[in-house]
């Protein structure tokens, strides 16, 4: 079983707006883009590494780039969202100001807090911001792109003055469901990621069961804990790889023992081998068709 990326961004964002009335069946899945959702409506269950979050009406998610998420959808209610694809780059480097615009994604993994709620829905300045927005999309007129670019800027600037100053656009605190013990081996795995891991030994370091161990990984996260760590560090290798540095290094920075296993692996994962993809890179050839809606 493995993880999925889904989906390229061929421009800085993307804004959809949402609405199944069918429950639909989304497996757990990572983006190299980040995202943001606010839950308009639907009875959804949002599992974002390992942590669970009910969702409420105007909730917004946060799911910052390479981090496993999926949602557990009901079909006893319509799910409306409306959803903002975000190239991490666009933010992170092509914004020249001190004031980085992706200090949300970061708040969310640093705080391990990736759901939050919208205040006064009718005064709120972030919703009719993000309907400002999506009208933006829909603006044929002169200098529309700038607009829709103008627009988003403005959206990103209000969202992290409402988490930097915890006011009445943002409730900051949302409750949460997770099993401590599982999200402490998470954020251990995270933090040795490149070191020597394996079921006994995490088993022994938490005081734990491996059998029980096993089993409650896989039910807070849909996956073994073997490829929850497999599929991590081959995220770090497409990164490391994106930075052109040279393959066998790659290979063995990120856990791997002999190049032929992580060449081989990597294809299992990516459908292409590491030398197909930096090909693919310096040749600017698209690997995978655009996602129109992946959660």
């Known amino acids: 079983m493995e993880y999925q990326k889904k989906g390229y961004l061929t421009s800085y964002f993307k804004l959809f707006h949402l609405k199944d009335v069918q429950k639909i069946e989304i497996k757990a899945h990572y983006h190299e883009f980040d995202k943001i959702i606010l839950f308009l409506s639907g009875k959804v269950k949002y599992n974002i590494e390992g942590q669970t979050y009910q969702l409420f009406p105007y909730d917004i998610v946060?799911?910052?780039h390479n981090c496993i998420h999926y949602p557990t959808i009901s079909d006893t209610a319509t799910y409306e969202r409306i959803v903002l694809y975000i190239d991490p780059n666009y933010l992170k480097n092509k914004i020249d100001t001190t004031d980085k615009l992706d200090f949300c994604f970061n708040y969310t993994q640093e705080h391990n807090s990736y759901v939050m709620n919208l205040d006064n829905i009718n005064e709120n300045d972030i919703l009719?911001?993000?309907q400002i927005l999506e009208s933006s999309f829909n603006d044929k007129g002169f200098a529309h792109e700038l607009y829709s670019n103008l627009k988003?800027?403005?959206f990103m600037i209000l969202i992290n003055r409402a988490i930097i100053n915890d006011n009445k656009n943002l409730t900051i605190h949302h409750k949460v469901s997770?099993?401590?013990t599982i999200n402490s081996?998470?954020?251990y795995i995270n933090e040795h990621l490149f070191t020597e891991l394996n079921i006994d030994y995490l088993a022994n370091h938490f005081f734990v069961s491996k059998y029980y161990l096993m089993r409650k990984f896989k039910l807070k996260t849909g996956y073994s804990i073997h490829q929850y760590i497999l599929n991590k560090r081959l995220i770090v290798a497409k990164e490391k790889i994106k930075s052109g540095i040279a393959l066998t290094q790659i290979c063995f920075d990120c856990g791997f023992k002999d190049y032929s296993t992580f060449s081989r692996t990597f294809k299992?994962?990516?459908k292409q081998t590491p030398r197909e993809f930096k090909k693919a890179l310096n040749e600017k050839t698209d690997i995978y068709k655009e996602a129109k809606q992946y959660e």
Do not use: A, G, S
Request: proline share 6%.
């Open 62 to 64: 946060f799911v910052p």
């Open 128 to 130: 009719k911001q993000i």
């Open 152 to 154: 988003f800027l403005e």
């Open 178 to 180: 997770y099993d401590k």
């Open 185 to 187: 081996v998470i954020d």
């Open 268 to 270: 299992q994962i990516f």
